[in-house]
């Protein structure tokens, strides 16, 4: 069945395909954003870890291989919003550092771009979704931009209580940048520090695509079509152009959606699948694909955690799930002696007892009786802190179609993912420091948060770069074989940073989507 | 919207009511409340939830009372999306049941074979605990079914939800709850 032909159709109703289709659909063009699962409300974000899994895929089609399986479930999105509806809104940003690895270390790429070509956006998104934390506080690291819109948020006990282990080895902690509101904003309540942003935020205190710039484009008349599974690209007889997609609808009907320019922004793992599904005699590898770069370079970040009970009541139910504090202080390349990649270093942190964050999985080991004292003592005593790692991209960690099958006949996606040597190296390094901090902070008990190294926030899979040689796409995600589809959201980062992707995730799409629209007549003609 | 409306706690969904069915109608109960009120199981057979029982017992003291087969037998028995179980977010492929009912026979071919062909269920506490703690350390030579390390992680999950997860597992630990937002709707 074909529907009318729009302008831009969005797959993906998360963080990227949200700006897009705001930015598009304001800039008067004609939008459907598809998204595969349900149309979720704010009065649906129930504030329960259990109840909160709802809003998370449940069995996505990938299978997991590799060393380092990657771990998608906790983070993912399903149903509109994307995983920025239950995400913990930390908005660290990339560094200047970030986008010259090659450069000036001889590993990994350059970006196309410089951090000065981002940090425009970066000061439009905090403006436009609402930013709280301190600029000016972090200009001790970074060039100086806008300030945010809002001040820092409240700090609790199980925030301030590191600060003195922090000072003692010499990291200086600012105040988080966060996307919340420590005061009212945009007709948005502030925050009330429950601590329940892992499940949802329900009155809109943190910046969800719900209550943003989804939002945003539908008051500007963008159609968002929930439970539409994308299969899909379609292409002219050429292969020059893509003419729309392919889906199925609720009723597991096919459907086709025709469109001037298609946007991917589907996650950094569906994109690359969607884009080898839709292989032609003209494209035989896939969209986009003649160098075969679709699905290389999959990134994640680790986090070494380090965690500790104090004698003290440090109300560990309050604030909120990101951090009170932050810090770059580790950021440079080779900031930890014989390890290699940026670390970001968060403290602060609302926890709840179960769920994989929950302080019942502080202590794996526990169980029984044992377990049942422990969260006796961790309710009053425990927190924790956390070192993010950046993994270097690698050729071979790569997604690829699977001969297995979803409902849809669509190949599932194969994520093979494994760590290099470089990964354990900083890991440690950052536990090591960990212990120093609790000690000094005056910790009666700590630990190291170990088990398998986690694998957190996936990147990469459809990377830019100077040209095809190198990448698949262009610096605003413009794809170099085809200049009417775009990819949109982490999986065109070149490299993983340290810090939380979200931020950069809002301004590299806000910037394509404002590239779209100046250049429209040029890319959808 | 108020600040005690914000607060309003929910006794559905933070309390953990689940739609059992009773006598052919659908009602909400806690998984609490349907083992103490007997709600037939509707996927586990009568053996596997002793097996769970007992497991979640010996990992989480109280997840027998609190439900934990009930709790699990309810949820793998609905639509893999609409599950709550921490299966979901640690990449088990659904249907769930697959994953219970192999890991439930590999803890209890695990039993037999180092117990004299007595199931979890039938072992003394202390042969319970070793089993477990074996288990978790994937130290259980001839283990057949899902890593014993991984079966330890969910289970031990599922018992942390229904003993602490609540209202009243809070509450029993001292901490205020304090939902956003009361439940308008069954989901």
Redesign the interface.
Known sequence: MANEKVDVVIVGAGASGSTYAAALAKAGKKVVVLEQGPDWQL?????????G??V?????PFL?EGKN?V????QGGWGVGGAALHYFANFPRLLPNDFRIKSEHNRAHDWPISYQDVAPYYDKVARDVGVSGDAKAEEIWRPAGDPYPMPPMKTFRNGQIWLKGFESVGIRMVPAAVGMNSTEYKGR?AC?Y???CHVG???GALANPLVTYLADARKAGAEVRPWSSVTRVLTNAQGTKVTGVEYYDQKKERQVQEASVVVLAAWAAQNPRLLLNSSTDKHPRGLANTNGLVGKYMMTHFSSGTLAIFDENVEN?MGTTGAQYMSYERYGKTAHKGAFGSSFIVAGTALK????G?F??AR??L???E??AF??RA??GFSRIGAFGEEMPNIENRIELASDKDEFGMPLGRIIHSYDDDVPKLWEANFAEGLAIAKAAGAKEMWSGRGNIPTIHLMGGTIMGTGAENSVVNSYGQTHEISNLYMAGPGIFATSGASNPTYTIFALSLRGAEQLATKWSTIAG | ?S?ME??AF?KG??G?ALAFTVGGIEVLLTPAAARAQGVPLRTLTAAQAATLEALGE?????ARQAGIAHFVDQQISIP???????A???????PYANFYRAALAAVDRASQALNSGRNFAQLGEAEQ?SL??SM?QNKIDGWQGPGGPFV??LL??DA??VV??TMD??AG?????????A???R?
């Open positions: 009065s649906d974000l129930i504030s329960s870890d259990f109840w899994r709802r998370k895929p449940a069995g996505a997991l399986p771990s998608y479930g906790y309540p009330i429950d601590g329940w935020c329900p009155i139910h007892t179960s769920d994989l929950g019942a999985n794996l080991d169980f029984g009786p377990l049942a969260m006796k309710a009053r | 919207m600040q914000r607060r929910m969904a933070a953990g010996t990992l989480v003291p109280g893999a999306d609409e599950a709550l179980l921490e979901r977010i640690l990449n088990v492929r659904p605990r477990v703690d978790r330890y992680l031990r999950s942390v939800d602490y997860g597992g809070y630990l001292g901490i205020p709850y304090m939902p956003h937002i439940p308008t709707k989901w």
